[in-house]
């Protein structure tokens, strides 16, 4: 059975930006569909706006073609779910209760994230869901 995860932006810009990292690793994993990663309207919003500021890939070795190439590469392998119910105000944060919704409604069993404090903090606990880093997410899919 195969992992599934919502994949946090912060993960995607990394794994573009920096070549042998963790972040990339987990893009892999996702590209060769040995993880399923979940995408819908909110996550896709977030993605398009945040991967098109060209001031966060200045020094990453991908050029714009190739990094549209690679999102378009993990697009095609993620597994789109519809969000029908809003599970608010859950996070300090309201920009980031997208994900826990995605989370709930492809019933995803990983969030990965750098951006732990914040998604961690929700009123409403979710057994299923785990939010966790990309080091530790790698240690714990070993297992899976």
Not at 25 to 54: H, M, P
Not at 83 to 111: C, K, M, T
Not at 122 to 128: A, D, R, S, Y
Request: one cysteine or more; a negative charge.
């Amino acid at each position: 059975m195969l992992a599934t995860i919502v994949l946090d932006t912060n993960i995607l810009v990394a794994a573009l930006q920096n070549q042998g990292s963790v972040a990339r690793t987990i893009l892999r994993l996702c590209l060769n569909r040995e993880i399923q990663a979940l995408i819908g309207a909110a996550l896709f919003a977030e993605y398009e706006d945040v991967l098109s500021r060209d001031t966060l890939f200045e020094k990453s070795k991908l050029n714009k073609q190739e990094r549209d190439q690679v999102i378009n590469g993990f697009l095609s392998v993620c597994k789109w779910s519809e969000v029908f119910y809003a599970w608010r105000p859950n996070l300090p944060d309201e920009a980031d209760n997208h994900l826990i919704e995605l989370a709930i409604a492809g019933q995803a069993s990983f969030i990965v994230t750098r951006n732990l404090k914040d998604l961690t903090k929700g009123e409403l606990i979710f057994n299923q869901l785990q939010i966790v880093g990309p080091e530790h997410f790698l240690e714990l899919i070993q297992n899976f």
